[in-house]
């Protein structure tokens, strides 16, 4: 990074907006409460608060479009579709949500019935064109769509992936007699096959863009000229100009800084340059995890609100079990944890707020694991209260002969068991093993609980940042500035190989498309390409890497990549059986921002120093041991020690089991490594 | 060893995670559109002893049916060796009907196997009178290959003469063998978890909690069903049958302290339609039906089905004995039975207890020659209105009950198969009023490029899925032929028709009843 540029992260969360400054190698962070009905407000506020010159760069993570989403607050939409197909968006896969269920909520579908069109045109399986467009029957739509009030348009037509003429028809035709009312076009958003996830992902992006679009505008005007990017569900980060036009892209971007931001450390920590890391964030009501090996990986497969949305996003697990999560005694006298979760409001028993349910948090506390007087440093008015959660415990252990501890270890066991099945899926269940992987910590709750699960899957080293309350915001100033496209091409993978010139003239095509989103000026762009392959005959796809330019040798490499990585993913492959193609991704990005490491402190200190407390803590069955409690301000670098301990600090407490053995590294990160020799 | 209340949550989440690994893998490697797209399939683990521990479930109506699968490989099979599968599609040893293969091997804890494995999958075709294996048949020889349950590895070792067996025997040999392939990628799958995780846990505690993981379901549904009152509920509802006739089931629920028994006394006898059921089929739909009113998110294991007895009349329509028909009874019957028993238990307990849903899969399947002159056989079923409960209305569009397969992509479809489908929406008003309304029935329309057989087995074309405490019927289906000129004929609930080039079906599914009068409904 250039000496003297200013940069700042901005992670709108929940409870909290967090900021990080970087300039001249320094770092400074910042939190304040989120404005809820204007995200921007607490923005500015913060940025006045922390008295920064114009950032060169303000990158931004937003929950505008997903809340959007969530509270149903998105845009009046209107979908045009082909005839005969309005209610494609209502039947989705005409399977209902839970199996054994004679009551059923109903499902939402965005937009209702009236504000879906049909307009006669039809194309066939090969994208010919079986019947014209009636661009008649548009006038009759138009004045529907202005008596109804409608702020956006998804259009949708079948088979639009393979001839886009129909949906760029009408959208001239909108464009030029209602232009105040924005579009989706499909084509634009997902040139893919299956008619109810593209018209799903569609609907979302129509539906969130007009906010997002003028949330990112009065934002851009209140920072008078300071760059805005947004972070993307991809990981990637967007101009905010750009990223106003895709807001569906924004989504699911909540949980993607840290993860790029777990990558970040690991690769300045010198961990590898290509790290493989498994992260792990777990706050109050439920827990992300993401395995990373050796780069972040993308998924088209996600939900949001009983929809498809079928766009690039970091492939992240998420489990209901977090601090928040409940605890109860069932009726067969088995313990169960969430997915209930108390919240923040009333939120566990220990905060006094009128929590009775136990929550993972209190167990954590009772078990010594939490200090009453360190939780957010202090930052909530009261201590919490101890004796509150410790009653609450036993009388849950009362239904299963259990002391209040033994119920909170349980309750810990459980949760963790919640959360191995997720640290599995992700792992184990995907071909990868675990025990070469590298677990990063962060949120709330992560740290404490990192060890156990570490020791469950076999894991053998943590990392825990430094800053493991805020590694979203971190992740935002180390992200990538990338955008992606994709171009359906469904053909034999060996027809491809023999004309690899046709593919090559696509890929220069989407290559101007994606470079187009870019900023013009910096010239280290990265171009990266893949296909989505398949045996034919299969419906699932796997995305393999092809190298640029596209040649024959380069598509051979591909295949082979592509049995690999289908050997490794399900246990078998054929490399005899015939392949195809069905998707043309493209990604262009810039690196993001590195940070020098620290200078090393000038008066280092002793490790006895840091110890501020001996703490009584039940790590396990065997009862309480006494253990030492270090500050985590005042660990510096070099230090070194072995489990069992515990390291407090304003945003999270870590638990060091036996066996692992603590040091801290130059960016104050703590590593942990397991069956560390105890002479140490 | 004792039961630890911790830790049987936590293999409630191990066992579960074998299960839905394995079906992840046959979605993900499966071949026909029916296993990759619609995911009619299941994968379960069971102990030696055939009890099932835990299963992955799409379709409610393996879930009763599966344990016979493994009874059946169990008693075939004198000596089991590692890297045996035993496969099995006979409905009277094991299976519930033809298209259903089921495959079984065992998990070896050093000389004796100690789970088992299993997968079941709807194969698209498997031979017989009709593409698509569920024809208008009076007999079971006419309904495909029959495949009792034999070893088709052994040691490892594909048994390669019995598989050329097999794939000269249905129409898709392909689709088949890749299927069939998947179908084991998942059970190597199901094998390498649970032995890693005896591996790590010692093999005795991984037991004795399959084992406390059953008992727990259990004591769960008592629970559940001695809060019920005692007594005998009963309720009867009909079969359409080919030839215009009814076939009457007739339950009684008799309910006593923490048990209940379905007694089907009373009920038709086997009828000449591809519309009779295995006791499997049966027991599954009584299973389904209980598991649906528990309270509680119970683990679906052998203990839930415990309590519950089933009884039925020797050879009777949901009793049948070789070689009678079955293609349908399967999917067509077991929605029947469903409906009936539920029917019996909303007089127990009325304020669980909705109205009959569609209470058909709209079963179609089309078959014929593609252009490369290959056989082609697609199948597909058509969701419709799910009926109205205390307290909600139905769904629409959805399907019901023993079943829950997705839809084929109308984009997938049309790259595949020489018929193109012009209309797929929901039928306005098709919902059974009431307070709470009856989801709303599907039309589905389909333009034939091609001459092509077409076999439909469908239900409720002629008594509408009834309504429940004064909610109206939904709507009855109805399944139209539409010539080149737009002449359109009726056509009945169960066809097998020659379409010509030009020729539209349009398939209308029935609405979900309504709950309670319309007039109490809030606006």
């Known amino acids: 990074m250039s000496p003297g540029r200013i940069l700042v992260g901005i992670d709108v969360g929940g409870t909290f907006t967090d900021f990080v400054l970087f300039r001249d190698g320094q770092v400074r962070i910042h939190k304040t409460a989120t404005t809820i009905g204007d995200q921007s407000q607490a923005i500015i506020e913060g940025l006045e608060l922390l008295q920064t010159a114009a950032a060169d760069a303000i990158i931004h993570g937003t929950t505008v479009a997903t809340n959007a989403l969530l509270e149903r607050r998105g845009a009046r939409t209107a979908l045009i579709t082909t005839e005969g197909f309005a209610d494609v968006l209502s039947i989705g896969r005409q399977n209902r949500p839970q199996l054994y269920a004679l009551a059923q909520p109903p499902r939402s579908h965005l937009i209702p019935r009236q504000h879906r069109f049909e307009v006669t045109e039809r194309l066939n399986s090969a994208g010919k064109v079986l019947t014209p467009l009636n661009e008649q029957e548009l006038e009759n739509i138009a004045v529907q769509i202005a008596e109804a009030d409608i702020e956006s ?65 009065t934002l851009s005007r209140a920072l008078s000229g300071q760059t805005l990017w947004i972070m993307q569900s991809n990981g990637g980060t967007l101009a905010a100009e750009q990223a106003a036009r895709l807001g569906a892209r924004m989504v699911l971007s909540g949980p993607a800084g840290g993860v790029v931001g777990a990558m970040g450390l690991a690769r300045q920590s010198e961990i590898s340059e290509a790290p493989h890391l498994i992260t792990l964030d777990m706050g109050g009501t439920s827990t992300d995890v993401a395995l990373c090996p050796g780069h972040i990986p993308q998924t088209s497969e996600s939900t949001i609100c009983d929809l498809p949305l079928r766009l ?73 209260d101890e004796a509150a959660a410790h009653s609450a415990l036993a009388n849950l252990g009362c239904r299963l002969s259990l002391s209040a501890e033994e119920t909170a270890l349980g309750i810990i066991r459980i949760a963790n068991a919640t959360m191995e099945r ?73 027809e491809i190989i023999r004309q690899p010139d046709l593919l090559g003239e696509r890929v220069q095509e989407l290559k101007r498309q994606v470079a187009a989103r870019l900023p013009t000026r910096r010239t280290d762009c990265r171009i990266a390409a893949s296909l989505d392959l398949r045996y034919t005959g299969q419906s699932y796809e796997i995305t393999s890497p092809m190298p640029l330019p596209v040649t024959a040798t380069g598509l051979e490499q591909t295949l082979r990549g592509f049995h690999e990585a289908h050997h490794l993913r399900y246990g078998h492959s054929n490399a005899e059986l015939p392949v195809e193609c069905v998707t043309l991704r493209i990604q262009a990005s810039h690196p993001g921002a590195r940070f020098a490491q620290p200078a090393a402190d ?73 069956g560390a020799d105890h002479a140490a | 060893m004792p039961r630890d209340a911790i830790l049987l949550e936590v293999y409630r989440h191990r066992f579960a995670g074998v299960a839905e690994e394995m079906g992840i893998t046959l979605q993900r490697t499966g071949y026909s559109p029916n296993i990759k797209e619609r995911l009619d399939f299941s994968c379960a683990v069971f ?112 048994c390669e003469d019995l598989l050329e067996l097999i794939l000269r025997n249905v129409r898709t040999p392909d689709e088949r063998r890749g299927d069939l392939a998947a179908q084991r990628a998942a059970h190597a799958i199901g094998e390498r978890r649970l032995l890693a995780c005896m591996q790590t846990h010692g093999t005795d505690e991984v037991l004795a909690y399959a084992d406390h993981l059953c008992r727990y379901s259990e004591q769960l549904t008592r629970a559940e069903i001695f809060q019920w009152p005692d007594g005998v509920f009963k309720f009867t509802d009909a079969m359409e049958l080919p030839d215009g006739e009814d076939a009457l089931i007739r339950v009684a629920a008799r309910i006593a302290g923490s048990s209940i028994m379905f007694d089907f006394a009373g009920t038709d006898p086997v009828v000449h339609a591809p519309l009779n059921t295995v006791h499997a089929v049966t027991a599954s739909a009584c299973y389904y039906a209980v598991r649906c009113l528990m309270r509680e998110d119970i683990p679906v294991n052998a203990g839930c089905f415990a309590p ?180 359109e004929t009726e056509l009945p609930g169960k066809f097998t028709r020659h379409l010509q080039t030009g020729d539209r079906l349009r398939i209308e599914t029935p609405g979900g009843g309504g709950y309670a009068d319309r007039n109490s409904r809030s606006t």
């Open chain 1, 153 to 217: 348009i998804a259009l949708c037509l079948l088979f639009s992936f393979l001839n886009d003429t129909h949906e760029r028809q009408i959208s001239q035709w909108f464009a030029k007699r209602m232009p105040e009312v924005h579009q989706t076009l499909s084509v634009d958003v997902l040139p893919e096959y299956r008619e109810f996830e593209r018209t799903a992902t569609t609907v979302i992006n129509a539906y969130v863009q007009p906010l997002v679009s003028r949330y990112l505008v």
């Open chain 1, 422 to 494: 997720a640290l599995r899926r992700v792992s184990v269940e995907q071909g990868y093993d675990p025990r070469s992987y590298t677990l990063v910590p962060f949120g709330g709750a992560g740290p404490l609980h990192a060890c156990d699960l570490s020791e469950a899957l076999d894991i053998r080293s943590i990392l825990v940042p430094r800053h493991p309350g805020i590694l979203s915001a971190m992740g935002l100033l180390m992200a990538d500035v990338s955008t992606d496209t994709s171009q359906a091409i469904i053909r034999p993978l060996a």
């Open chain 2, 47 to 158: 102990d030696a002893r055939g009890r099932m521990i835990a299963q992955a479930a799409h379709i409610p109506v393996h879930l009763g049916a599966m344990p016979a699968s493994c009874a059946a490989a169990l008693s075939s099979v004198r000596k089991w060796s590692q890297g045996d599968v035993v496969i099995v599609n006979d409905p009277f040893d094991g299976g519930n009907h033809l298209p259903d293969i089921t495959m079984v091997s065992p998990v070896f804890a050093g000389k004796l196997p100690v789970f088992f494995v299993a997968s079941r999958a709807h194969h698209a075709d498997v031979g017989g009178m009709t593409p698509g294996s569920l024809p208008l048949s009076t007999e079971l020889y006419q309904e495909g290959i029959i495949i009792p349950p034999v070893r088709l590895y052994r040691d490892g070792m594909l």
């Open chain 1, 602 to 674: 000038a008066n280092p200190t002793d490790l006895a120093d840091a110890q501020v407390y001996t703490q009584s803590i039940w790590l396990a069955d065997e009862g309480a041991l006494e253990v030492p409690c270090y500050d985590r301000g005042r660990l510096q670098a070099g230090h070194s020690f072995v489990g069992p301990a515990l390291v407090v600090q304003y945003d999270t407490t870590v638990a060091v089991n036996p066996r692992w053995q603590a040091r801290i590294d130059p960016w104050g990160n703590i590593l942990l490594d397991y």
């Open chain 2, 308 to 487: 519950v007895t089933v009884r039925a009349p020797a050879n009777c329509l949901i009793n049948a004995r070789r070689p009678a028909a079955v293609a349908g009874g399967n999917v067509e019957t077991s929605q029947r039975i469903t409906d009936a028993v539920l029917g019996a238990l909303a007089q127990a307990v009325p304020d669980r207890v909705g109205a009959a849903g569609q209470g058909t899969m709209n079963n179609l399947t089309i078959g014929g020659t593609l252009d490369d002159g290959c056989p082609f056989a697609y199948y597909e079923t058509i969701g419709g209105g799910m009926g109205a409960a205390p307290g909600a209305d139905g769904l629409s569009g959805v399907h019901v009950h023993m079943s829950n397969t997705l839809n084929t992509p109308i984009e997938a479809l049309e790259l595949q198969f020489p018929f193109r489908i012009t209309r797929y929406a929901l039928i306005d008003n098709s919902g059974g009023a009431g307070r709470f309304q009856g989801g709303r029935g599907i039309v589905r329309e389909y333009a034939m490029l091609d001459s092509v057989t077409v076999t439909m087995l469908s239900e409720r074309r002629r008594y509408a899925p009834w309504g429940l405490a004064g909610g109206a019927p939904g709507r009855k289906g109805r399944n139209m032929l539409i010539d080149a000129l737009g002449k």
């Open chain 1, 312 to 384: 690039p996003s970091i492939q992240i697990q998420t489990v209901g079990a977090g601090g928040g999560s409940m605890a109860h005694v069932n009726r067969a006298g088995v313990l169960r944890v969430g997915p209930e979760s108390a919240g923040a409001d009333p939120g566990p028993v220990c905060y006094n707020q009128g929590g009775i349910s136990p929550t993972v948090t209190d167990a954590n506390l009772v078990l010594g694991r939490l200090r009453p007087d360190y939780f957010l440093g202090g930052s909530r008015s009261r201590p919490l």
